[in-house]
């Protein structure tokens, strides 16, 4: 799999340009934590996953956000999940709605993406957007997707789309595995002018 770099995987709300803010290596990382960066320069933030492995079968990424620069990661979020599968020997495949990996106003992390495998050739890509995180007024909505090499041999797309909902300035997002560790991969934060 190559690196999203180019706009048709990762569309722009208004068609702007990206600039590289930071990136980050894992290295049996427990988590990726972004604490700067997101303020009020852009008024979108694009975050790019690429590679990333996990250190058990199953590990799914999931995110959550801060509004006081990393220190507590609780914000309550509401999101939709939905994902489409196709298996290796070409005779399972699904699409639909994932109610188990959604949240309703959960303070704990949200799932982004589904289960990897932790063999040397199952990883996860994939992109988050995060709209308008300096707000004192609105909430804050993102969405994300992720392609998945599930450790049953199945190409998994998940779309997830939800909210931050805080009127609070987002300021800090933190990138983790629902199970074990993030052992390879790259995460590069963008502004969008």
């Known amino acids: 799999m190559t690196e999203y770099t180019d706009i048709a995987y990762s569309p722009l709300s208004a068609g702007g340009s990206m600039v590289l803010l930071q990136e980050q290596t894992m290295s049996s990382s427990a988590t990726i934590s972004f604490t700067s960066g997101i303020d ?66 959960d303070t704990g992390e949200a799932i982004i993406s589904y289960g990897t495998g932790n063999a040397a050739d199952e990883i996860v890509d994939g992109y988050l957007h995060l709209y308008n995180p300096a707000s004192t ?34 300021n800090a997002i933190q990138f983790k595995m629902d199970q074990g560790n993030m052992d390879t991969g790259t995460i590069k934060l963008y502004g969008v002018n």
Request: glycine share 8%; aromatic share 12%.
């Open 40 to 105: 009020s320069t852009y008024k979108e933030y694009v975050f790019k996953f690429n590679k990333v492995s996990s250190s058990v079968d199953g590990g799914m990424i999931t995110i959550n956000g801060s509004i006081d620069g990393g220190s507590n990661y609780n914000i309550a979020k509401t999101t939709s999940f939905t994902a489409a599968q196709h298996n290796e020997a070409d005779d399972d495949t699904d699409i639909g709605y994932n109610t188990s990996k959604d949240v309703a106003q």
């Open 137 to 170: 007024t609105f909430v804050k909505h993102f969405i994300g997707n992720a392609n998945t090499k599930h450790q049953s041999d199945y190409s998994i797309q998940s779309l997830v789309a939800g909210y931050f909902n805080t009127t609070s300035a987002v």
